[in-house]
């Protein structure tokens, strides 16, 4: 069986704050320090890690623990924890550097790219762009947000048992927190997880991030290709490539995607508004104006925050509906256009999310995203390539009107390592994709709740008066709205499942059972 991990964010538990925030305190005491800063970076990147937290400890562990203070329990493996983060912050400087040595004031070349891999150095095209921009070599930052990454730890610290964690609080007690995978995790989730990190966001919130791991479950290929061309007016136009050359009709964007980007544009256009009558206000200094200032930046940080959510939620509606489309038709590929070189460059365009958003759909499925070569995919003819005429949305040729997107899309899905040739270009009117209403899933999850057979659901490894094994097979022999009694049966496929024998009931609520689908 093939798997994968995914992220869940959670609530960081309240007896661990007081931790992180000693630690946080001592990391920020660390990068602020010159002598400190400069035997950080006096440490041999060419270590082992291990190797490497042992420098650290010979030269800075003794100012670690003494800023932690004496009565922090277990200082030398959360002082792991910090030497950890700043070898990362090392290694990922040692590489800009190198990036900006060798780049200079020219361009990235084939030149440029085997000399940095000569040095083991293989960044993206992103890092590059960003060093590029850069003014002067990069250095050590003063300020970086502490993440505590129990991921480096050990059991006199910290320990876990299934979905059942414990971990040393700042006064050297233990405390218990209980973490289960909630209905809004996607099928396949086998109820395994790892260590979780924890970190303070920007509006002063404790949040983490617990790792969950995914079964892949890989199609049957029938040797399509799915050409995906991204845009502002269109969010995405789709054409399936067959085998045999021959194209379907277009496929575009659901009308709950569109609606959700006039929202956005609308937002973006309140938000312009409020920031122009800010700086209107600003020369005035009375009491009353400066209230009303401070209320107008607050509701700029509401509108933001409310952006970056339905952005969020358009990216991952269209990749869901790409990795359908894609299913539909047993393609085993879905081709996109390599936008690395457009940087900031598309404005309010979140392409860089859309494309992340379909990777990681379409890697559960099994799916293969290929980016390719964006050069004049709205331009040239995917039969015959010759050039032609833009007029409008649609590109003219010699006795001949295309669709300049669907027409892009074909050019898109034709490209790759192994470029296909198009015999025919449906011209049918396009497609709109139809994810499932809202009504349709509130139906489902009534049969859901209503159906008799097997449930799908998460246990806590710790039941109360059960002593078992994480990850195992329950079978339900009685289902009653007080207690529920189980026979038990391990299983290799590490799920729980709960099969109910009633009807017409809804299901009961347990503190250790979560509905999964």
């Given at each position: 069986?093939?798997?994968t991990w995914r992220?869940?964010h959670?609530?960081?538990?309240?007896?661990?704050i007081?931790?992180?925030?000693?630690?946080a305190?001592?990391?920020?005491?660390?990068?602020?320090?010159?002598?400190?800063?400069?035997?950080?970076l006096?440490v041999?990147?060419?270590?082992?890690?291990?190797?490497?937290?042992?420098m650290?400890?010979?030269?800075?562990?003794?100012?670690v623990?003494?800023?932690?203070?004496?009565?922090?329990?277990?200082r030398?493996?959360h002082s792991?924890m910090?030497?950890e983060?700043?070898r990362?912050?090392?290694?990922?400087?040692?590489?800009r550097?190198?990036?900006?040595?060798?780049?200079?004031?020219?361009?990235?070349?084939?030149l440029?790219?085997?000399?940095?891999?000569?040095?083991?150095?293989?960044?993206?095209?992103?890092?590059?762009?960003?060093?590029?921009?850069?003014?002067?070599?990069?250095?050590?930052p003063?300020?970086?947000?502490?993440?505590?990454d129990?991921?480096?730890?050990n059991?006199q610290?910290f320990?876990?048992?299934?979905h059942?964690?414990?971990?040393?609080?700042?006064?050297?007690?233990?405390?218990?927190?209980?973490?289960?995978?909630?209905l809004?995790v996607?099928?396949?989730?086998t109820?395994?997880v790892?260590?979780?990190?924890f970190?303070?966001s920007?509006?002063?919130?404790y949040?983490?991030?617990?790792?969950?791991e995914?079964?892949?479950?890989?199609?049957?290929?029938?040797?399509?290709?799915?050409?995906?061309?991204?845009?502002?007016v269109?969010p995405?136009?789709?054409?399936?490539?067959?085998?045999?050359?021959?194209?379907?009709?277009?496929?575009?964007?659901?009308?709950?995607?569109?609606?959700?980007?006039?929202?956005?544009?609308?937002?973006?256009?309140?938000?312009?508004?409020i920031?122009?009558k800010?700086?209107?206000?600003?020369?005035?200094t009375?009491v009353e104006?400066?209230t009303?200032?401070?209320?107008?930046q607050?509701?700029?940080?509401?509108l933001?925050?409310?952006?970056?959510?339905l952005?969020?939620e358009?990216?991952?509606?269209i990749?869901k509906?790409?990795?359908h489309?894609a299913?539909?038709?047993?393609?085993?590929?879905?081709h996109v256009?390599?936008?690395?070189?457009?940087?900031?460059?598309?404005g309010?365009?979140e392409?860089?999310?859309?494309?992340q958003?379909?990777?990681?759909?379409a890697?559960?499925?099994?799916?293969?995203?290929?980016?390719?070569?964006p050069?004049?995919?709205?331009r040239?003819?995917?039969?015959t390539?010759?050039?032609?005429?833009?007029?409008g949305?649609?590109?003219?040729?010699?006795g001949?009107?295309?669709?300049r997107?669907?027409?892009?899309?074909?050019?898109?899905?034709k490209?790759?390592?192994?470029?296909?040739k198009v015999?025919?270009?449906?011209?049918?009117?396009?497609?709109r994709?139809?994810p499932p209403?809202?009504k349709?899933?509130k139906?489902?999850?009534r049969?859901?709740?209503?159906?008799?057979?097997?449930?799908?659901v998460?246990l806590?490894p710790?039941v109360?008066?059960?002593?078992?094994?994480?990850?195992?097979?329950?079978?339900?022999?009685?289902?009653?709205?007080?207690?529920?009694?189980?026979?038990?049966?391990a299983?290799?496929?590490?799920?729980?499942?709960?099969?109910r024998?009633?009807?017409r009931?809804?299901?009961?609520?347990?503190?250790?059972i979560?509905?999964?689908?």
């Amino acid at each position: 069986m093939k798997t994968t991990w995914r992220t869940i964010h959670i609530e960081c538990p309240e007896p661990l704050i007081p931790v992180y925030n000693r630690m946080a305190e001592v990391f920020d005491i660390i990068l602020s320090t010159p002598h400190l800063r400069e035997a950080v970076l006096s440490v041999d990147m060419s270590l082992h890690r291990g190797d490497q937290w042992r420098m650290m400890r010979k030269i800075i562990g003794d100012d670690v623990r003494e800023l932690l203070g004496f009565d922090f329990p277990n200082r030398a493996w959360h002082s792991c924890m910090i030497f950890e983060q700043l070898r990362r912050m090392v290694e990922s400087l040692r590489e800009r550097q190198i990036i900006f040595d060798t780049l200079g004031s020219g361009e990235p070349d084939s030149l440029f790219w085997s000399r940095i891999n000569e040095q083991g150095v293989y960044p993206t095209m992103g890092t590059v762009s960003n060093v590029q921009r850069s003014s002067c070599r990069p250095k050590l930052p003063h300020h970086v947000t502490f993440v505590l990454d129990y991921s480096v730890s050990n059991p006199q610290m910290f320990t876990q048992h299934g979905h059942t964690f414990k971990a040393k609080t700042i006064d050297n007690e233990w405390t218990k927190f209980s973490i289960l995978l909630p209905l809004s995790v996607r099928d396949g989730a086998t109820g395994r997880v790892a260590k979780p990190r924890f970190y303070k966001s920007k509006d002063g919130r404790y949040l983490g991030d617990l790792p969950y791991e995914v079964e892949v479950q890989p199609i049957e290929s029938a040797g399509g290709i799915v050409g995906v061309d991204l845009g502002k007016v269109k969010p995405f136009s789709a054409t399936v490539l067959h085998p045999d050359g021959t194209t379907t009709p277009e496929y575009i964007a659901s009308r709950r995607i569109e609606r959700i980007g006039r929202v956005v544009d609308n937002l973006y256009r309140e938000k312009k508004a409020i920031y122009a009558k800010c700086n209107r206000c600003t020369p005035y200094t009375q009491v009353e104006s400066v209230t009303k200032d401070a209320r107008r930046q607050k509701t700029m940080e509401h509108l933001s925050a409310k952006i970056t959510r339905l952005k969020m939620e358009r990216a991952r509606l269209i990749a869901k509906s790409i990795v359908h489309i894609a299913l539909t038709h047993q393609c085993a590929e879905i081709h996109v256009e390599n936008l690395s070189w457009l940087g900031s460059k598309g404005g309010h365009w979140e392409h860089s999310l859309i494309q992340q958003c379909i990777a990681q759909a379409a890697e559960l499925r099994g799916i293969t995203v290929v980016k390719v070569n964006p050069a004049h995919t709205s331009r040239k003819h995917p039969i015959t390539n010759e050039m032609g005429t833009w007029c409008g949305r649609d590109v003219v040729f010699d006795g001949e009107r295309l669709d300049r997107d669907h027409m892009a899309s074909i050019n898109i899905a034709k490209r790759g390592k192994k470029a296909r040739k198009v015999t025919h270009v449906c011209k049918r009117s396009p497609v709109r994709t139809k994810p499932p209403s809202r009504k349709e899933l509130k139906r489902r999850m009534r049969e859901l709740l209503h159906s008799r057979g097997d449930q799908v659901v998460s246990l806590s490894p710790m039941v109360p008066g059960a002593a078992c094994a994480p990850y195992e097979r329950w079978s339900a022999v009685s289902v009653d709205a007080n207690a529920i009694n189980m026979k038990r049966s391990a299983v290799s496929d590490q799920q729980c499942i709960v099969q109910r024998q009633t009807s017409r009931r809804h299901w009961p609520i347990y503190s250790d059972i979560t509905l999964i689908r």
